[in-house]
């Protein structure tokens, strides 16, 4: 992946950008602008409550064999549109939201929108291709409602990993073609939009829960602790001593592979004032291995795990870096772990899974700027001491804090204040409310997954003196950070299962 | 400094050794991580989920 190419996924931070002199145009950052697209999403959701769904018609795709039937609106109200209808207001709509949002960012509209409109055609073909019934369908009854005597099993949202395939050929054999993509080619714009909804989601399922959600919860300290005091130190000594890198090049490498990929790795190279281009490097490869970890792990786990839903959701967060790919991969688990159950007569409710990885990459990613601040401390005052030399400042943990978090956290306590004090009456419109904006956070899931795949050029793994900075990587990621991970998540959540469908 | 200088460079680094304040962040983050773990089990084990 080319440095200019990797900007767009460097986008989410101004601070980041900064730090990697990456697309460093003053405006909005992607941050703040995915808190208020996200949060723009939910109030018009809830409008739906006392009044007229106003989203309702967004486009969803249901498992198809005959494809004139796979689209259609949210909502029943908005049935006359069609599938084609729906699919296309969702698109313009989606245009119109994000050029604004691109205007913000100080970006050409005119490219931005052209591009958006060719990332939204591919990604959500490949979805609709991904819930063909041979593909997608799951359970004794879907064969038979299909006349389907085989399936791939994938679940519907077989389609994300569809949307990735897709963006992976185009970044592999059509790299001219990526490069003209990369100002709509925002991963970690669309997934931080998709956790702001994904907060209100969340919190309209583990309503009436409590118990069981603030433990889970609280267990996700034990993801904090193992990320940045474990993963960290232990992936740094292995950079130093084992492999014999630099500290430039080790602090960001353990940062990218313990805490969560690129925002961490920028984050450190700006705390320990590396040149803008060792983070930027090290994120090109935080990012394709994100991408391994997401076509294997969630079959892992629903083959091995399927029967700890709660550790399976835990792992992912703790094994798969980025915020994009950890979450995405949260919601293939999900599916595939709810499929398998179903096949077995065990109905989980939807949303623990997805809930639990997102809850802890969320807590994870909170701490960034504190560890970041801690490392600039270290490296300024012990480590490159210059005399009159730039000292670590507390203002920097704000400045590196993702903001996005604080649209899940008000999405999510407004999602659960209402769930939780409503009437019965009240809370049957808030659900469906809720989930109308779900749709948008699986359309930008599919997003997430395409851009994702556009960003990761495997040929970067061979090419010439990179292979030390790649072995690194594998050792750490596949001996360790993994095999960690699911001890820690299954000591915290084995035995813990989500909530049955009543 | 290009992309391919820092390949080359990756390639021919000379090794620094580990200073003792990087040996102590090693150390402390390390213990301390296991220590809070380890507490963090007690907890877990006196105050399970609850379903």
Redesign the interface.
């Known amino acids: 992946m080319s ?1 200019a190419a990797l900007a767009g996924e460097l986008g989410a931070d101004n601070s980041a950008e900064k730090t990697a002199g990456t697309c460093a145009a003053p405006g909005l950052s992607e941050d703040w602008l995915a808190v208020w697209i996200g949060l723009l999403v939910f109030v018009l959701a809830l409008v739906g409550v006392a009044g007229p769904n106003l989203l309702g018609w967004v486009v969803s795709t249901s498992v198809w064999t005959d494809v004139s039937g796979a689209l259609g609106p949210a909502a029943k109200n908005y049935a006359g549109l069609g599938g084609i209808g729906a699919l296309l207001v969702t698109y313009v709509a989606l245009l119109v939201v994000l050029s604004v949002g691109a205007a913000a960012l100080k970006i050409d509209v005119r490219r931005f929108a052209l591009r958006f409109t060719v990332v939204f055609a591919i990604a959500y073909a490949s979805w609709v291709v991904g819930s063909y019934a041979h593909f997608a369908a799951v359970t004794p009854s879907d064969f038979k409602k299909f006349g389907i005597d085989w399936s791939l099993r994938l679940t519907n949202e077989g389609g994300f990993i569809f949307a990735l395939v897709a963006g992976l050929i185009i970044s592999n054999f059509f790299p001219r073609f990526a490069e003209w993509l990369k100002e709509a080619i925002r991963p970690e714009l669309y997934i931080k939009i998709a956790i702001v909804i994904l907060g209100a989601f969340i919190a309209v399922t583990v309503a009436g ?1 409590l ?2 959600a603030s ?2 919860l609280l ?1 996700g ?2 993801a904090i ?2 990320a ?3 993963y ?3 992936v ?2 292995v950079a ?2 084992w492999f ?4 430039e ?1 080790a602090a960001p490498l353990a940062s990218g592979i313990s805490i969560c990929g690129v925002a961490a790795a920028i984050a450190t190279g700006g705390a320990i004032r590396s ?1 803008p ?2 983070p930027v ?1 090290v994120s090109s490869l935080v990012v394709v291995f994100a991408v391994v970890e997401v076509l294997i792990l969630p079959f892992v786990a629903q083959t091995y795990l399927s029967h700890e839903p709660l550790v399976a959701a835990a792992w992912i967060g703790l094994a798969v870096k980025t915020d994009g790919a950890a979450v995405a991969a949260g919601g293939i688990t999900e599916a595939l772990i709810l499929a398998k159950a179903a096949a077995e007569g065990v109905q989980y409710e939807p949303g623990w899974i997805l809930g639990t990885t997102a809850a802890i990459k969320v807590f994870i990613d909170v701490f960034i700027g504190v560890w970041a601040f801690i490392l600039a401390y ?1 490296w300024t005052n ?2 490159n001491v210059q005399k009159g030399g730039e000292k670590a400042r507390v203002g920097e943990i704000w400045q590196r804090f993702p903001k996005f978090i604080l649209g899940f956290v008000l999405t999510f306590l407004v999602g659960f204040y209402l769930a939780s004090t409503a009437t019965p009456d009240t809370l049957a419109r808030i659900t469906p409310a809720i989930g109308t904006a779900n749709a948008f956070r699986v359309i930008f899931f599919i997003l997430t997954f395409f851009s994702i795949g556009v960003l990761s050029n495997f040929r970067s793994l061979w ?4 292979g ?2 790649v072995a690194v990587y594998v050792v750490s990621l596949f001996g360790f950070v993994v095999w960690v991970g699911l001890l ?1 998540s299954w ?3 084995s ?3 989500p ?1 049955l469908v009543n | ?3 391919q200088d ?6 021919n ?4 050794p ?2 003792p ?2 040996k102590k ?3 402390w ?2 213990s ?3 220590g ?2 380890v507490v ?2 007690i907890a ?1 084990h006196f ?5």
């Open positions: 440095n829960k118990s069981l433990s889970v267990r300290i034990a602790i193992e940045y005091l474990i960290w130190s232990v740094y000594f130093r001593k014999g890198f630099s500290r090049w040149r281009s060792v490097l270290i012990h480590i090419r010439e003196g990179l030390k900075l820690v000591i915290f959540f035995g813990v299962k909530p | 400094m290009s992309e820092l390949r080359s460079e990756l390639s680094s000379v090794v620094e580990l200073l304040i990087e962040l090693i150390g983050s390390l301390l991580g296991i809070l773990l963090l089990l877990n105050y399970p989920i609850k379903g």
